[in-house]
């Protein structure tokens, strides 16, 4: 063998080993792509039934909702009607004031006034029986 073949032969060595040296780091990028393949195809997998799961939540929600929107719009009934109520107690509560408390008063204060006189039970008289029977 000459010179250059030796040469020639330790060029295509080099060769070799560069290209052994360089396939190593793919071998392991191709295994670490074919790992993210599969993250990814799991992902999308099990995502599809969580989304479903959510849409379903999502409506259920939405349902709910519009369930308690029927019994705000309820409350906020009542509540008005219940102003209504409130004031027409209080309109008659003062009727009833104006028209027959008044006199009302009047005849259970001179009832009263006339018990005391059959009685005997004045102010003035009461105290004396009262000290006598003592």
């Given at each position: 063998?000459?010179?250059?073949?030796?040469?020639?032969?330790?060029?295509?060595?080099?060769?070799?080993?560069?290209?052994?040296?360089?396939?190593?780091?793919?071998?392991?990028?191709?295994?670490?792509?074919?790992?993210?393949?599969?993250?990814?195809?799991?992902?999308?997998?099990?995502?599809?039934?969580?989304?479903?799961?959510?849409?379903?939540?999502?409506a259920a929600t939405n349902e709910e909702l519009g369930k308690l929107s029927l019994v705000?719009?309820?409350?906020?009934?009542?509540?008005?009607?219940?102003?209504?109520?409130?004031q027409n107690a209080a309109q008659l509560t003062t009727l009833f004031t104006s028209t027959l408390g008044g006199p009302l008063i009047k005849t259970a204060a001179f009832t009263y006034g006339v018990r005391q006189a059959v009685t005997g039970k004045r102010s003035g008289n009461g105290t004396s029986k009262r000290k006598a029977k003592r």
């Open positions: 063998m000459s010179v250059g073949e030796v040469a020639g032969l330790i060029a295509a060595v080099a060769a070799v080993a560069l290209v052994v040296f360089c396939a190593v780091p793919l071998l392991k990028l191709g295994r670490v792509l074919e790992e993210l393949r599969l993250a990814v195809r799991d992902l999308g997998h099990n995502s599809v039934p969580i989304l479903q799961e959510l849409k379903g939540t999502v705000t719009e309820d409350v906020a009934k009542v509540s008005a009607n219940a102003t209504v109520v409130t």
